[in-house]
């Protein structure tokens, strides 16, 4: 008998796993490599240990776990797609609204960057203002023609759109393995995002261009600019074009025929303004730039309200987590992922500015960037008080029920255990604040108003001084403040996210706290952002399902034993596995969020329907373990807590979970000076109730009841 482990997202090292010291490697590679103990201990019971170690699929290097933090929006877009509510009418329109919300993501990008090379760098500081030294004599651009010195910095936001198609690229496939999947929408999406953000800069370059008068060419052009975003929306937004396996060789042919068209438009774009010999207007800012930038912002704010108010008023009465299977997760993700590219894009060209010097004398940075960081700064601060609010108003009833679970775990407590039981109780209490996350949730994607009041503010030519001054009779200095505030917020936020990247790396304990955030965002593979990480998933279980495989033609039966997110990789390796196979595994998941996160989070995908599969394949030899006190993982299908009515005994999945008490016993055991502690989520692979559980499977799949 093989027992295969699975950790879950602290990265665990394999000696840790195995509890066994000095380990070797028997297949995969040192991202994702299954080992077993170099001498393994006797084992009178013919079980032998092996692990699965890939905690560095996700990352890898610190260089890689850095570069996610640039991707962040992109991964929090990506995520959101697979939040989509049960419902298919109302799913296929969250992810047709999902992906146009990632496309404007890139059309962003490509808007701020193009903010700092052709309205600061080609036309302010080269221009019409003198900047600090040496931008202020850019590659002896200084007094060049305006169209020569717009279209060489062009090629800034070109080679920016480049970095992302490098970053976003999958590492070098392992040698002799042909498991990694390739992830059939990435092509597609990666056409039509570099498709829309080369007409985007045409754009802006043509739109500055006909501001003095068209030009048959110009005008032609623009034409086919607008055309191209278009036709790549289009092409999102039919639910479903992209996934129907009828059209999919029609749509690539699409997709790559607009890239290439893209690409020769930019080509005539920037001969046409270097070209054009006619005067260009005396504007201290690029002429038509601020009107783009402050489309491309509300598209992201009304693109993100519908997606909360599509998820709202969607109705699934007979669900048990009705608040996130409406799709509310894909809105909360998505308003993160907006409120990052905005901070970002809007600090850039903010912060270049004051490093340059560049905004003196004309109002400062672009309006709509002003709006952006006034409303970051505005929704971190109602969000941070609305989760402090919901902390402090949710302690009373979450204490309440902890000191109800605790009462029934610890019917007698002597006086010296006392405060051991209220140490235990606010443990628990702790752990229960997930219940809470559907209402969080709820006042999360209900502050999204705020940034589309802050963009409609901005279309009616309302600027953030004018607004203080006018309404709120406030001074001047209140304004400059704020965008302070909300630059100072937005670069915290990049300093807070590139130390996590480093620390998550380097240091296992925070990885445990911080890292699911990139080991659940690059899980999922990339179907709304072709410039989000890749997944992971997409290699790890088709490992997984074949490695299983193996092991059943070399012994007498496997094992599965899944920790926290390992519970989720062994859950679809099961789905893939063949019956012959299937009939000589069981399950065993301890600190699993199957049901407690995933279901509710992702309730299309990891749905009881699909959970009720696993089960089935495998002729329901699964266990499941879970704590009280654990903060993550918890019941599957039955929660069997003291006082809940029986499941139907003639429902096997009611026999999956146990529940264990935590900690054993409030008092030391004697001979002991410490009581035994709170394990929480704690894998406790050396636990007796594991052993139990381990020795009850190895008997089912014995053939044994």
């Not at 080609?122 to 850019?138: H, S």
């Not at 693109?303 to 599509?310: D, E, P, R, Y």
């Not at 702790?430 to 709820?442: D, S």
């Not at 299908?637 to 429902?651: I, M, N, Y």
């Amino acid at each position: 008998m093989v027992e295969l482990r699975v950790h879950g997202v602290s990265g665990a090292e394999p000696t840790a796993i195995l509890d066994q010291a000095p380990v070797r490697q028997v297949a995969g590679d040192a991202s994702g490599g299954f080992h077993r103990a170099d001498r393994p201990d006797d084992n009178p019971d013919g079980r032998t240990l092996e692990a699965y170690r890939w905690g560095d699929l996700p990352s890898g290097t610190v260089a890689r776990t850095l570069s996610l933090v640039l991707l962040l929006p992109f991964m929090l877009s990506n995520l959101a797609v697979w939040m989509r509510p049960t419902a298919r009418r109302e799913g296929a329109w969250v992810t047709s609204l999902c992906r146009l919300l990632a496309l404007d993501l890139t059309v962003l990008y490509v808007v701020s960057v193009a903010g700092v090379a052709l309205d600061l760098l080609a036309w302010r500081c080269l221009g019409a203002a003198r900047c600090r030294g040496p931008f202020d004599e850019v590659s002896g651009l200084d007094g060049r023609q305006v169209g020569l010195r717009l279209a060489v910095l062009s090629l800034l936001p070109v080679a920016a759109v480049a970095f992302l198609r490098l970053l976003g690229t999958r590492r070098p496939r392992p040698t002799g393995t042909s498991l990694w999947v390739v992830e059939p929408l990435v092509g597609r999406l990666r056409a039509i995002h570099v498709a829309a953000a080369l007409a985007m800069l045409d754009l802006i370059l043509l739109a500055a261009r006909v501001s003095v008068g068209a030009t048959v060419v110009t005008a032609l052009l623009l034409t086919l600019s607008v055309a191209v975003l278009l036709a790549c929306a289009g092409l999102l937004v039919v639910p479903g074009l992209l996934d129907r396996a009828a059209m999919r060789e029609r749509v690539t042919r699409t997709a790559e025929t607009l890239r290439a068209v893209a690409v020769g438009l930019t080509g005539a774009t920037l001969a046409a303004i270097v070209l054009d010999e006619r005067a260009w207007p005396s504007a201290a800012a690029l002429p038509g730039y601020d009107t783009i930038a402050t489309w491309a912002l509300l598209a992201e704010m009304i693109l993100l309200v519908s997606l909360s108010a599509l998820a709202l008023w969607h109705r699934n009465p007979g669900d048990r987590h009705r608040a996130l299977s409406r799709g509310l997760g894909a809105a909360v993700v998505a308003a993160f992922a907006v409120g990052l590219a905005g901070a970002f894009s809007a600090n850039l060209v903010y912060q270049s500015g004051n490093l340059l010097d560049g905004y003196r004398g004309d109002g400062g940075p672009p309006v709509p960037y002003q709006w952006t960081l006034l409303s970051f700064f505005m929704h971190v601060t109602v969000g941070v008080l609305v989760c402090v609010a919901l902390t402090r108003l949710s302690r009373r009833r979450r204490r309440r029920a902890a000191a109800s679970v605790t009462a029934r775990d610890f019917p007698t407590v002597p006086p010296q255990g006392a405060g051991r039981l209220r140490e235990v109780t606010r443990a628990v209490a702790r752990a229960r604040f997930v219940e809470w996350v559907g209402l969080l949730a709820v006042a999360w994607a209900t502050l999204t108003m705020i940034g589309l009041l802050a963009g409609l503010l901005r279309l009616v030519d309302l600027t953030p001084d004018e607004l203080a001054t006018r309404f709120f009779r406030l001074p001047v200095g209140v304004v400059d403040m704020g965008l302070a505030l909300g630059s100072y917020s937005a670069t915290a936020a990049v300093v807070a996210l590139l130390l996590g990247g480093v620390f998550a790396y380097r240091t296992p304990w925070f990885r445990r706290h911080v890292g699911i955030l990139w080991d659940l965002g690059t899980f999922w593979p990339r179907a709304a952002h072709p410039f989000a990480p890749p997944s992971y998933a997409d290699r790890a279980v088709p490992e997984l399902a074949h490695r299983i495989t193996q092991l059943t033609e070399r012994y007498d039966g496997v094992l599965l034993c899944g920790h926290s997110h390992g519970s989720a990789l062994l859950a679809l390796a099961v789905l893939r596995l063949p019956p012959h196979v299937r009939a000589r595994v069981a399950l065993l998941t301890y600190g699993s969020p199957l049901d407690r996160l995933y279901a509710r989070i992702f309730p299309a995908y990891l749905n009881e329907e699909v959970l009720r599969q696993v089960g089935e394949r495998i002729d329901w030899r699964w266990l499941n373990l879970w704590r009280d006190t654990d903060p993550i993982g918890g019941w599957i299908f039955a929660a069997h807590r003291p006082g809940d009515p029986p499941p139907d005994p003639t429902d096997p999945a009611g026999r999956v979970d146990r529940r264990l008490r935590d900690p054993s016993d409030l008092l030391p055991a004697p001979g002991e000076r410490c009581p035994p502690p709170v394990r929480g989520h704690h894998p406790g692979e050396s636990d007796p109730e594991f052993r139990a559980a381990v020795d009850e499977l190895r008997a089912r799949i014995q053939g044994f009841p």
